[in-house]
């Protein structure tokens, strides 16, 4: 089992920058890849980035790319998202994920198995 929180969503403005965490506890941390994964009210949860074992490698989703970095310390068991130049359509709940899969599968298409509760991030305009 991995247990996984999240922390440090929040209501900002459009513009402004957040850090989200994500401490992990249980199972070795570096054995899985990270991902976070974001469901707005009304519409499915949606991929938004995710980072492999070693963090060698990332995937970002084409709507936050540019803005939104993924970045893990495996020495902290911790997988941090930075979120700069907010929009209102960042809005929705962030939830952090610990998945596996081969190394030729897109980091976004791994099975994620273990998740987080979420942390509510608002954007207002």
């Known amino acids: 089992q991995v247990q996984l929180v999240e922390s440090g969503g929040g209501l900002v403005q459009a513009g402004d920058s957040l850090r989200l965490s994500c401490a992990a506890s249980g199972r070795t941390f570096s054995a899985y890849a990270m991902g976070w994964f974001r469901q707005a009210p009304g519409k499915e949860r949606e991929f938004v980035a995710a980072?492999?074992?070693?963090?060698?490698?990332?995937d970002i989703a084409d709507s936050v790319k540019g803005r939104f970095t993924i970045s893990r310390d495996n020495a902290k068991n911790t997988v941090y998202l930075q979120m700069n130049s907010l929009k209102p359509e960042d809005t929705a709940v962030y939830t952090c994920?610990?998945?596996?899969?081969?190394?030729?599968?897109?980091?976004?298409?791994?099975?994620?198995?273990?998740w987080g509760q979420g942390t509510q991030v608002t954007v207002s305009s």
């Open positions: 994920a610990a998945g596996q899969g081969p190394g030729w599968m897109a980091l976004k298409n791994y099975d994620y198995n273990y």
């Open positions: 980072i492999s074992r070693s963090g060698g490698s990332t």
